[in-house]
């Protein structure tokens, strides 16, 4: 059995679980659940998704968090957060189970009492977060390439102007950003996550030999 939405939901002991069937009729061996092929909606994609957008700019910002609340109160607000993603996860995780739910625009519209209201509102809040995720990544990806062609002995000046902000900024959202928000299957970008833990671990391997100097 499939239902319509983001995954593939395959009849199973384990709602929602695409895998479910595997685990509940045999007994896979460590090299299949850790090598086997990456499925839509699999365990291990989403745990790579989850670990690539919790372990990104969340954990890196911390310090500066910290910095600029103090360690009391930046704690308090960790603790707030972590509470606050706990209640809510688990509340939806609770509503999508019960009722058989593959997505968060079925989730809006039950919660709703099947109305469309919520799934409007669903929509709209989607559309901010993308159109704020594509500026702050034309920003990350403009001051990494400015960063590196400073380094190459480029004219300062002509790097950290507004032409060249202007003149990179355009190719970069045609050429990269803007075929990546036309993808309409997310789970495709489960490979990608691989690549951007891979990244992060790079990031602090480096974070960890540099910090004795810096301190």
Not at 23 to 50: E, H, M, N, P, W
Not at 51 to 64: D, E, K, Q, W
């Amino acid at each position: 059995m499939s239902a319509p939405g983001d995954i593939e939901i395959k009849g199973n002991p384990l709602m929602l679980s695409p895998g479910g069937h595997l685990r509940a009729t045999s007994d896979r061996t460590f090299y299949d659940r850790t090598f086997s092929k990456l499925g839509k909606g699999s365990l291990r994609g989403s745990i790579f998704s989850l670990c690539a957008s919790a372990i990104g700019s969340g954990v890196l910002s911390l310090p500066y968090v910290l910095k600029l609340c103090g360690y009391i109160e930046g704690t308090l607000f960790m603790i707030l957060g972590a509470t606050a993603a706990q209640v809510s996860l688990k509340m939806l995780a609770g509503l999508a189970c019960d009722h058989n739910l593959p997505n968060y625009s079925q989730i809006a519209i039950k919660a709703a009492d099947g109305k469309n209201t919520l799934n409007l509102v669903l929509s709209g809040m989607i559309m901010l977060f993308m159109f704020g995720s594509c500026i702050s990544y034309q920003i990350i990806i403009t001051t990494l390439l400015q960063y590196v062609v400073d380094q190459f002995g480029m004219d300062h000046d002509t790097v950290y102007g507004t032409k060249f902000t202007i003149f990179q900024a355009v190719p970069t959202a045609i050429l990269v950003l803007f075929p990546l928000s036309m993808k309409r299957d997310m789970s495709a970008f489960r490979y990608v996550s691989i690549a951007s833990i891979l990244g992060l671990l790079y990031t602090g391997i480096v974070m960890g030999i540099d910090l004795p100097g810096y301190y």
